[in-house]
């Protein structure tokens, strides 16, 4: 670290990185009466969840603008930290909710009401208006499914696929997440410009439409916009950050910023990262019995470092977390079974992140 000095006893976490996920780790922590401090090196927080004067008299979003599956998380949803309760943090739905503006001046509208989108699909083809109704109708009967799955430890691969392989609906379903995006997309809707509205939608995502396994995203996407809507923080998408720069204020925790954390000095991550991924391997080789890490895409642990050694395009943290491929997102979150793994000599570990459960330590 460049000047802050400290000793394993002055925190119990220290977080690298003052992103909305470091942010929301670091909240749950001092609220739970951990002693938190949090290292930025820029000199404002919020990382890509930032709202900044990028020209004179005017505050933009830098990057992240809609808050869409963040709003279902129990953080906001029960306002399990009072973000909106104590610390300031209010949001706005508008509605329409989502546009396509085609360069002949035609406009296809999502807005919160299915009935209202609907039409405004038909203006462009009949079967494809009808073709919404039953597609957002299933949408919205999957949304609290799918609500549950991202915010609660993920069930075995197993169990899920034989619950949903009981009914005629889950069945459906499982077909869904096998196929892309836009394998869905294009057997539900036949009119191009429809096509690209939904496709477009989904890929606010940040999912590749083409990509298999991606299907239940389209899905969720159309649930999200009739169930919750789609979010703005009033002021800006940093005032999500800031809130809960207020909230770990509030509980006691530090945020330094100008602080570039250039090694973590404790441990040999090096050496660790290698070996912790071949432990949770063995353990898992009992019971599943074709695991091979051949077989498997996320095998390997990576901490910011490694990621900006590796790639140019992550110095800086300029890239903010886009994860354009579904396996480095939902699919392949940590899993209960990981989450009993501890890192030697490093107690303190939580992996941070919309996709990522803490573990018990
Ligand atoms: C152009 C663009 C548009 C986007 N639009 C949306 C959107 O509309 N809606 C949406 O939900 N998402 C959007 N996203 C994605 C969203 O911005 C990211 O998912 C989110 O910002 C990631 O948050 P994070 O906490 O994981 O990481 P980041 O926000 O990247 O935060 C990481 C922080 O760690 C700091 N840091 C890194 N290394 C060190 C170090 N060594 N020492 C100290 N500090 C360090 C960085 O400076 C940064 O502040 C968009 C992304 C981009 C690029």
Known sequence: MSNVRTDSRDYDVISVGSGHHELIAAA?????????????????IGGGCVTKELAPGFRYDEHSTVHQVILSNPLLKADELGLKARFGLEYIY????FASLFD???????YRSVEATARSIALFSRPDADAYLRFSDMALRVNPLM?????????????LISTLSQSAEGNELLLMSLKSGLDIISEWFEHEKVRMHFVKLMTENLQTPDEKGTGLGALAMVGAVHATGLGLP????????????RCIAHYGGTILTAQNVTGLLRIGWDSLKETWPGWVLRDLQKWLTNLEPANIIASRSYSPLDLERDSSSFV?????GAAPFFHQMNG????????????????SSIWSGHSCIPGPD
């Open 332 to 347: 392949h979150r940590p899993t209960p079974d990981l989450a009993r793994y501890t890192c030697p000599a490093w107690t």
């Open 316 to 320: 800086h943290g300029d890239i903010h």
């Open 94 to 97: 508008p509605d329409p909710a």
């Open 104 to 110: 002949d001046g035609s406009l296809l509208v999502s």
């Open 28 to 44: 749950y922590l001092a609220k739970a009466g951990k002693r938190v401090l949090v290292l930025e090196r820029q000199d404002y």
């Open 147 to 159: 609500e549950q799955a991202l915010f609660s430890p993920a069930v075995p691969l197993g169990t």
């Open 234 to 245: 009033r002021g800006g998408s940093g005032q999500l950050t800031q809130a809960l720069a």
